[in-house]
């Protein structure tokens, strides 16, 4: 089964709308944090954002927050105000805290966002 | 600047060629990382070095030799590779490889574009 799951392989949104990517997760370990990396066409896996599982707010970061469902195992971003340079593909990830020893990250398929001008 | 920097950006290998990637980290970090990203798969970890010691070995094939001479540096000795190892190699580092935490988010660098002919 798939620990990460992104169901929107592209998405498109108009300049200055907000957007929402998708993500959902499984796993049975209670301590885990959850990822949003950002990765333009150059290859760089840029940090977006993070959420802890005990976490008891959503994180934002600037124009990214995250809605974190933890009873749905749900973790989608939001992009508030798109802007042209957030065109690129962005990955979903989550650490299981327990892993046997090293901190092992599971990443999603990615979403393809275009923003149109 | 990044604080994870990867050379060389692009490499075009023969099978029978020997190379190396190479990373270097500039975030204090003790913890280092290589991830393989193919076209339209997840990335896949490959090794992870906590404190210089290598903590895990992805099953990755012996035609990959990762060698971490200190907390700072990584490399990713490639001999007799496959055109299927065509890849984006993403090097990554974080604060420590054995724990979770908002404080521990793995940072990627630009990643080196491998081509094998």
């Known amino acids: 089964a798939q620990k990460i799951t992104q169901t929107q392989p592209g998405m498109f949104v108009q300049e200055k709308e907000a957007v929402t990517l998708d993500c959902t997760y499984d796993?049975?370990?209670?301590?885990?944090?959850l990822f949003w990396y950002k990765q333009p066409s150059s290859g760089e896996m840029i940090f977006l954002i993070y959420?802890?599982?005990?976490?008891?707010q959503n994180a934002t970061e600037g124009r990214y927050s995250l809605n974190f469902q933890k009873a749905r195992k749900s973790a989608n971003l939001v992009i508030s105000a798109s802007q042209l340079g957030d065109s690129a593909m962005y990955f979903c990830?989550?650490?299981?805290?327990?892993?046997?020893?090293?901190?092992?990250?599971?990443f999603g398929t990615g979403t393809k966002l275009q923003v149109i001008p | 600047e990044t604080g994870v920097t990867q050379t060389p950006r692009h490499l075009v290998m023969g099978m029978t060629n020997k190379k190396s990637l190479k990373c270097e980290q500039h975030?204090?970090?003790?913890?280092m990382y290589w991830y393989k990203q193919s076209a339209k798969k997840p990335l896949e970890l490959m090794f992870v070095?906590?404190?210089?010691?290598?903590?895990e070995n992805n099953s990755v094939p012996s035609r990959f030799s990762p060698e971490c001479p200190n907390s700072s540096h990584l490399f990713l000795h490639l001999h007799t590779l496959q055109p299927e190892d065509s890849a984006l190699y993403l090097c990554?580092?974080?604060?420590?490889?054995?724990?979770?935490?908002?404080?521990?988010?793995?940072?990627f660098g630009e990643g080196s574009w491998l081509t094998v002919v």
């Open positions: 990830a989550m650490r299981e805290d327990y892993s046997g020893g090293y901190q092992k990250v599971t």
């Open positions: 959420q802890g599982s005990y976490d008891q």
């Open positions: 796993t049975s370990d209670p301590s885990y944090g």
């Open positions: 990554a580092s974080s604060l420590r490889g054995d724990t979770g935490g908002s404080g521990n988010t793995i940072y």
């Open positions: 070095y906590n404190f210089k010691e290598q903590t």
């Open positions: 975030l204090g970090h003790n913890a």
